[in-house]
């Protein structure tokens, strides 16, 4: 089962983080016929984030990416109730290449800087996270 | 982008909710492609019919699907 562990130096107060690499999904590329290596990669900063029921990027990286979207939802903020989102099919690299081919992720408005990327449950829900508070590491098993 | 498909499938929500609930549906403008059981079928079908272009996927379920946040303080 691969697997990545991340050793974070205070966990408690920054949080599951790690970095992800995204770029156009395996089924987007077989598709069109199209070569990966013609596809923009983008590093992020991710949180695991075990109350998000679906994974979210900040706004603007699918442009980046020159992805089109497949769909909308629906998604509740602090400030605006109910507002569309788009919705995008991407391939998701861990560390250590744990790698998940195709995932609809949604595009909003995330606040700060240091986080890019929520990976929420859509994404857990094929795996196994182990939060080790005491040792400041999570590890992430598929 | 995608507001003519969303409010297209809003409207036929409550027949698909009859005849294909828990399916994915794949609509372009005012039209309905097709309805698949598994979401990388619909995927796949929507990019063999319209390459690159956007398309809108959706599962079909008889209540409105919304992205929640336990803590929501990272949003703006």
């Given at each position: 089962?691969?697997?990545?562990?991340?050793?974070i130096?205070?966990?408690?107060?920054?949080?599951?983080?790690?970095?992800i690499?995204?770029?156009?999904?395996?089924?987007?590329?077989?598709?069109?016929?199209?070569?990966?290596?013609?596809?923009?990669?983008?590093?992020?900063?991710?949180?695991?984030?075990?109350?998000?029921?679906?994974?979210?990027?900040?706004?603007?990286?699918?442009?980046?990416?020159?992805?089109?979207?497949?769909?909308?939802?629906?998604?509740?903020?602090?400030?605006?109730?109910?507002?569309?989102?788009?919705?995008?099919?991407?391939?998701?690299?861990?560390?250590s290449?744990?790698?998940?081919?195709?995932?609809?992720?949604?595009?909003?408005?995330?606040?700060?800087?240091?986080?890019?990327?929520?990976?929420?449950?859509?994404?857990?829900?094929?795996?196994?996270?182990?939060?080790?508070?005491?040792?400041?590491?999570?590890?992430?098993?598929? | 982008?995608?507001?003519l498909?969303?409010?297209?499938?809003?409207?036929?929500?409550?027949?698909?909710?009859?005849?294909?609930?828990?399916?994915?549906?794949?609509?372009?403008?005012?039209?309905?492609?097709?309805?698949?059981?598994?979401?990388?079928?619909?995927?796949?079908?929507?990019?063999?019919?319209?390459?690159?272009?956007?398309?809108?996927?959706?599962?079909?379920?008889?209540?409105?699907?919304?992205?929640?946040?336990?803590?929501?303080?990272?949003?703006?």
């Amino acid at each position: 089962m691969p697997s990545l562990t991340q050793r974070i130096p205070d966990l408690q107060q920054l949080g599951p983080i790690v970095e992800i690499e995204i770029t156009a999904s395996i089924p987007y590329a077989r598709n069109n016929k199209l070569n990966f290596l013609a596809f923009k990669t983008l590093k992020l900063i991710a949180m695991i984030d075990t109350g998000a029921t679906g994974t979210v990027i900040k706004k603007g990286l699918a442009e980046q990416l020159g992805i089109n979207p497949v769909g909308s939802i629906l998604m509740n903020t602090p400030t605006s109730e109910s507002i569309s989102c788009l919705q995008y099919n991407v391939q998701i690299t861990f560390p250590s290449n744990v790698n998940i081919e195709s995932v609809i992720v949604t595009e909003a408005p995330l606040q700060g800087q240091h986080i890019q990327c929520l990976i929420g449950r859509d994404v857990l829900q094929h795996g196994v996270l182990i939060y080790t508070g005491y040792d400041n590491s999570f590890t992430l098993c598929f | 982008m995608l507001e003519l498909e969303m409010n297209f499938f809003e409207k036929k929500l409550p027949d698909l909710v009859k005849s294909d609930l828990g399916k994915y549906i794949l609509i372009k403008g005012e039209e309905i492609f097709g309805t698949y059981v598994a979401i990388d079928d619909a995927l796949q079908a929507g990019y063999q019919k319209f390459k690159t272009d956007a398309f809108f996927i959706r599962q079909i379920l008889p209540f409105q699907q919304k992205l929640d946040f336990a803590n929501n303080y990272h949003l703006v």
